[in-house]
């Protein structure tokens, strides 16, 4: 027997890994962006198409693993105790993202001193329009589908959720009678996988596009004023990682770092594109090679995607500071908390509401008359230089947020077994513990 390990036979050379040629990709996108804008601009179809062919299959590859995953679980393997724990760690790590956006803005005052442009509210108006559905009752009857199909069609990741979970109790509580269809479900998985393999080897043309069009059509010079911003959404994002998301998981004993360069992938699509869903199907895959159980990532993950975007959370609460401030309007610590409070709500419906984050933010503040919606015209302009980094550590958030899970759930194997002895998504999976 050949004393070779597995991992180095017919190990390619580094420029046929997706992480090199994603590299490549963002550098030719900042060269061709900075030196050719023009053409930059023109480059952005290219990050439009890589992220369409991701969506057009993120929808399936929920519901395929929340059904699956949901349909596996044992009878009395504890799912209600795993859906509590989970919203429960949603909200309080949602609610710390919150009170850190709150907390910088209230140090640095990134708006003091700027002015808002007199055409704000024009500039503006057409997302608060879209955000006019954002009331309470709009959100929860939004959740259900016209149809099942439309479901999975739409593309909106909480009624795609709600349909996956019905029809993965049904299964469940079939129990060996619905056995061939998840076994057919399973296979179905695995080819969707496969397909998800192929387009992510365009990642790389998608990251260049990406780049390109970013630089090409924001430049340098134009960020100057909103650097202060900028800066501090991009702070509070690395504080946020480091420090809260390194405490989770020291407390559920893994290491962050390694389990972020297990991801990087994902973390470098999320970058370049700002689109979670487009690093959703290796994110899945990838937390199953780490050891997580496929019912906790079936559940944790489609969720996270809803009601955990750590990220988007405490950019809300940084830009809506920003908008008071520039305005000139004082924002005692009761109107602060009742900010909070609201956008414990509205940035739940983010992955369900088109234009995302700051679609969310313009519903957020319409209820505070006092706070001028138009002066989120001044961020508008450099929103996606701040989606970047809000994004990473949202898939970064809802990978951590599984680790965790699985681990208090008991379905987590030891992480120096799994995570040290991984090079790829196509590691082989590592047998979970045992449930008790």
Same mark, same amino acid.
């Given at each position: ?77 504890? @799912? ?128 260049? !596009? ?16 909103? $650097? ?6 991009? $702070?509070?994002? $690395? ?11 020291? @407390? ?37 090679? &780490? ?49 909070? $409070? ?9 992955? &369900? ?21 138009? !002066? ?61």
């Amino acid at each position: 027997m050949s004393s070779t390990s597995p991992t180095g036979v017919g190990k390619k050379p580094i420029y046929y890994t997706l992480s090199f040629q994603l590299v490549v990709g963002l550098a030719l996108g900042i060269a061709v962006g900075y030196f050719w804008p023009k053409y930059g601009v023109e480059l952005n179809a290219l990050a439009t198409g890589f992220v369409k062919l991701i969506k057009m299959v993120a929808g399936l590859i929920v519901f395929l693993t929340v059904v699956t995953g949901f349909a596996g679980m044992s009878k009395g393997s504890g @799912l209600g105790k795993l859906s509590f724990r989970a919203i429960v760690y949603f909200e309080v790590i949602s609610t710390l993202a919150l009170i850190l956006g709150f907390a910088l803005a209230n140090i640095f005052q990134p708006g003091a001193g700027l002015a808002i442009p007199a055409d704000g509210a024009a500039t503006v108006s057409k997302f608060a329009e879209g955000a006019k559905s954002l009331t309470t009752t709009e959100f929860l009857l939004n959740i259900i589908p016209k149809t099942v199909v439309d479901a999975l069609a739409s593309g909106v990741m909480l009624q795609t959720l709600l349909v996956s979970l019905l029809f993965g109790y049904g299964l469940y509580a079939l129990g060996d009678r619905g056995k061939p269809v998840v076994d057919l479900l399973t296979l179905a998985t695995d080819a969707t996988f496969k397909v998800v393999g192929v387009i992510l080897r365009l990642a790389p043309i998608g990251v260049f !596009g990406a780049v390109a069009f970013t630089l090409g059509k924001f430049g340098l010079a134009s960020l100057l004023p909103l $650097l202060k911003l900028i800066g501090l959404v991009w $702070l509070g994002c $690395l504080l946020f990682i480091v420090f809260v998301l390194g405490t989770v998981a020291h @407390l559920t004993r893994f290491s962050l770092w390694k389990f972020m360069g297990h991801i990087k992938e994902e973390m470098i699509i999320a970058f370049t594109t700002t689109s979670g869903e487009a690093a959703l199907p290796g994110l899945v895959k990838k937390l199953e090679t &780490a050891g997580c159980s496929k019912n906790v990532v079936g559940f944790v993950v489609p969720a996270g995607y809803s009601f955990n975007l750590d990220g988007s959370s405490l950019y809300m609460t940084l830009a809506a500071m920003f908008n008071a401030q520039a305005a000139g309007v004082q924002v005692g610590l009761g109107e602060q908390f009742a900010l909070l $409070l609201v956008f414990l709500l509205t940035s739940k419906g983010l992955a &369900a509401v088109s234009g995302g984050a700051f679609v969310a933010l313009a519903a957020s503040l319409a209820m505070f008359p006092d706070i001028p919606l138009a !002066g989120l015209a001044l961020i508008l302009g450099v929103d996606r230089l701040m989606d970047v980094i809000r994004t990473v550590t949202n898939v970064v958030g809802n990978g951590v947020a599984t680790m965790a899970i699985a681990y208090w759930e008991v379905q987590r194997v030891d992480m120096p077994a799994s995570i040290e002895s991984l090079d790829s998504v196509n590691a082989m999976s590592v047998p979970q513990r045992a449930v008790p």
